[in-house]
């Protein structure tokens, strides 16, 4: 049940954020609040790490450095949800991030890619993105 209340959270808080950095975007432009959000999530992230911490940074050496790249995602994945809500409505793009995320997730799961464990994506999955996806459409349309 965590996990739920704790996704149900992380859908909302992305939305908000999305707007909430647009508008910024909006009065100071694209990259400079880039910079403060990032900056903003930086500083609390050390705090964080000082506060909550429990691991330790010395098991870098022995991580996939191409996971390292996390970081270069929350670069693209800030300034796309700008670009994004800036041309369309809120509403539709993060629908359209949503079908997104479930697709590339759905993938990730199919292949076992990145370590995850494989899950097999049938026809109730394919039927359930395509229900998203006209949902999309239809709600774009009026």
């Known amino acids: 049940m965590s996990g739920v209340i704790f996704s149900i959270i992380a859908g909302a808080a ?21 910079a403060i959000v990032q900056g903003t999530a930086f500083l609390l992230s050390l705090i964080a790490v000082w506060v909550l ?12 450095k191409f996971y390292l790249l996390g970081g270069v ?3 693209v994945i800030t300034v796309t949800v700008m670009l994004g809500i800036g ?7 993060i629908s359209i991030i949503l079908i997104s995320q479930l697709a ?12 995850s464990e494989k899950i097999m994506f049938g026809w109730n999955k394919f039927l359930g993105m395509a229900l998203m996806i006209g949902g999309v ?4 349309r009026w």
């Open 137 to 140: 459409l239809l709600f774009k």
């Open 73 to 75: 995602l929350g670069l």
């Open 53 to 64: 911490g429990k691991g330790s940074f010395r098991g870098i050496a022995d991580v996939n």
């Open 104 to 115: 590339v997730a759905a993938l990730i799961d199919a292949f076992g890619l990145m370590g």
């Open 14 to 34: 992305m939305s908000v954020q999305g707007v909430m950095n647009t508008r910024l975007a909006d009065k100071i432009g694209l990259y400079e609040s880039n």
């Open 87 to 93: 041309k369309l409505s809120p509403t539709v793009a």
